[in-house]
């Protein structure tokens, strides 16, 4: 059985910084595209960031340059750094796994977390 698991989420003000870890369980996330998404209350699920099984990292524009995405083989966890957060940040953020052709879109994932909620404000 396949489970992802998110932490990290809480609350920030404007310019803080917060770290999203997935922890997986039931695969190994070195053979997996691991995917950021996030969803805002009364919005669609939108794709932060992802990164394949060959090391590419990949950004959406409101990402770039603020958020980093990395994966820990030894821990089998992903992880979303996330710093000079804005209160446009705001959102549950999900981890999924899968083998996307497009990798920043969330149809194209198999397995998801629960979401953990980020909220920036001041």
């Known amino acids: 059985q396949v489970l992802l698991v998110e932490s990290g989420g809480g609350s920030a003000q404007p310019g803080g910084s917060l770290r999203l870890s997935c922890a997986a369980s039931g695969l190994r996330l070195e053979t997996y595209a691991v995917g950021w998404f996030r969803q805002a209350p009364g919005k669609e699920r939108e794709g932060v960031s992802c990164t394949k099984t060959e090391g590419i990292k990949i950004y959406s524009n409101s990402a770039q340059g603020r958020f980093t995405i990395s994966k820990d083989f030894s821990e089998n966890t992903a992880f979303l750094q996330m710093n000079s957060l804005k209160p446009e940040d705001t959102a549950v953020y999900y981890c999924?796994?899968?083998?996307?052709?497009?990798?920043?879109?969330?149809?194209?994932?198999?397995?998801w977390g629960q979401g953990t909620q980020v909220t920036v404000s001041s």
């Open positions: 999924a796994t899968g083998f996307p052709s497009i990798c920043l879109s969330p149809r194209e994932y198999d397995y």
